[in-house]
Each structure stands twice: as structure tokens, then as C-alpha cells.
């Protein structure tokens, strides 16, 4: 797809991930993140054993995260390893090939990225930086297309319903959260009939466009036959 090779250009390894944080420091309790292999029109060709661990947090959990996610302190006492740890064993999941790009849903992983490591009062390590240097949100991609009707960009699970994709597991839960990205990103890729229906919907309601431009769009959506003469007469009224 044209669209995404700014964004992945030489890339053929990327890693679909999710954080869950606690509710007011905002740290990583939960890592989840499935590796994938492109093909030359990066579509996905091959996929690795998911990953997941949860992580220990100086704050508490809070009880809306907790209501959200199912995770709570004594889970992290329990099964909660370091955060220095799960990065470790995040790098050693992902590997070292080249070229790597991380893929999440909303800009929000990397804050709290950045957070648990303040937090932890470590320095961001090379992996960490990294994540920062070959980081796509795909939730942009994806709003450049697709938005909901108030122009708004749509949650995971709206943009899943979009393309008509029955869900792993449950929200929130960063394993299944990594892999429903996944799944969108395929669908996001194979499902160009959706896609061409649903930008259409964008473009026809853009607040950005030019008066002219916004018009001709109108005309067409009722069925008009248009023309560079009816552009020209718009912009004559603008003018």
C-alpha cells in the first residue's frame, strides 16, 4: 500500500505492541506484543509467538485500571517482574534485525514508557530509544481514512468493527490488544473496498477542505456531474 511507505520504507520486521499503566503515575504493568514478518507489500507473511509479562509498579494499581484491565496489586506481587527486567526480556523477544519499526494504537505507550522509566530512575536504555526512533502510531495512519461522525479518530475495537473483524481475546489486555492491532493492520491493508468507502466519508465531510473543493465533493456525493467549469464557478463565489 502506497500509503504506509514513508512510514515503513526498507522496514520488513515490525513488532505490534501495548502497554497497560497504572492510573495515576502512569507506569507499565503489563507488556503485551506479537513479532511480525512483511512481505514486499508489507502485508503480513509470518507471525512469532506472542509475548506478555507483567510488570511491577512503585504506585498502586487504582481501582479504574483495575476495573479495565482485570490487573491488580497483589496480581503484580505475584507475577510482576521488574520494569528494567521486562524490558530485557521485551529486547531479547524482539531480536536485533534492522530496520525494526514498533507499532502501537495511540501515542499513550510511549509516555508511559517514558514514565516507568523516570520512575524507575534508570536511564532509557538503547532498546528504549530505540522503540522512540522507529515508532509508528497507527491510530494516525488509520484516522487519515477512517473517523467516526464527529471526525474523530476511532478506538481499536471501533476500527475492528470498521473492517469487520471479530476480536482475540479481551480489550485491555496487551497481549490481545497487540494482536487485534494486527488484525487490523491486515484488514487495514487487504480491505481496500472498506477503505475506499470510508475515506470517501472523510473526505465528504472535511471541515479543512477549500470551500470549492468541499462543494464539488457534494455535488458528486448527490450524483452531479462535475467539471473544471463548475470548480472554476465556485471559485469565482469565493473570490
Known amino acids: 500500500m502506497k500509503y504506509l511507505n514513508p512510514y515503513l520504507k526498507d522496514s520488513r520486521?515490525?513488532?505490534?505492541?501495548?502497554?497497560?499503566?497504572?492510573?495515576?503515575?502512569?507506569?507499565?504493568?503489563?507488556?503485551?506484543?506479537?513479532?511480525?514478518q512483511l512481505d514486499n507489500?508489507?502485508?503480513?507473511k509470518s507471525t512469532s509467538k506472542p509475548f506478555k509479562c507483567f510488570v511491577k509498579?512503585?504506585?498502586?494499581?487504582?481501582?479504574?485500571?483495575?476495573?479495565l484491565t482485570g490487573i491488580n496489586d497483589n496480581l503484580l506481587a505475584k507475577e510482576g517482574i521488574h520494569f528494567l527486567d521486562a524490558i530485557k526480556n521485551f529486547e531479547k523477544?524482539?531480536?536485533?534485525?534492522?530496520?525494526?519499526?514498533?507499532?502501537?494504537?495511540?501515542?499513550f505507550d510511549l509516555k508511559m514508557l517514558h514514565s516507568s522509566s523516570v520512575i524507575n530512575l534508570i536511564n532509557e536504555t538503547p532498546f528504549i530509544q530505540k522503540i522512540y526512533h522507529n515508532y509508528i502510531d497507527f491510530s494516525q495512519i488509520v484516522s487519515h481514512f477512517v473517523r467516526d461522525e464527529h471526525n474523530h479518530?476511532?478506538?481499536?475495537?471501533?476500527?475492528?468493527?470498521?473492517?469487520?473483524?471479530?476480536?482475540?481475546?479481551?480489550?485491555h489486555d496487551p497481549k490481545y490488544?497487540?494482536?487485534?492491532?494486527?488484525?487490523?493492520?491486515?484488514a487495514f491493508i487487504k480491505e481496500r473496498g472498506i477503505l475506499r468507502e470510508q475515506y470517501l466519508k472523510v473526505l465528504y465531510s472535511n471541515p479543512k477542505l477549500p470551500a470549492p473543493f468541499a462543494k464539488i465533493l457534494r455535488d458528486i456525493k448527490k450524483g452531479k456531474t462535475v467539471d473544471?467549469?463548475?470548480?472554476?464557478?465556485?471559485?469565482?463565489?469565493?473570490i
Open 228 to 238: 473544471e467549469s463548475v470548480l472554476i464557478k465556485y471559485i469565482e463565489e469565493e
Open 41 to 44: 507489500k508489507f502485508q503480513v
Open 177 to 186: 490488544d497487540a494482536i487485534n492491532l494486527m488484525l487490523l493492520y491486515k
Open 93 to 107: 523477544y524482539v531480536g536485533n534485525e534492522e530496520n525494526i519499526k514498533f507499532i502501537s494504537y495511540g501515542n
Open 13 to 36: 520486521v515490525v513488532v505490534f505492541f501495548d502497554f497497560e499503566g497504572t492510573q495515576f503515575s502512569q507506569e507499565i504493568i503489563a507488556i503485551g506484543a506479537i513479532k511480525v
Open 57 to 67: 509498579a512503585k504506585d498502586i494499581v487504582g481501582s479504574y485500571i483495575e476495573d
Open 153 to 171: 479518530t476511532v478506538s481499536l475495537r471501533d476500527g475492528l468493527r470498521v473492517f469487520n473483524v471479530t476480536p482475540n481475546g479481551d480489550f
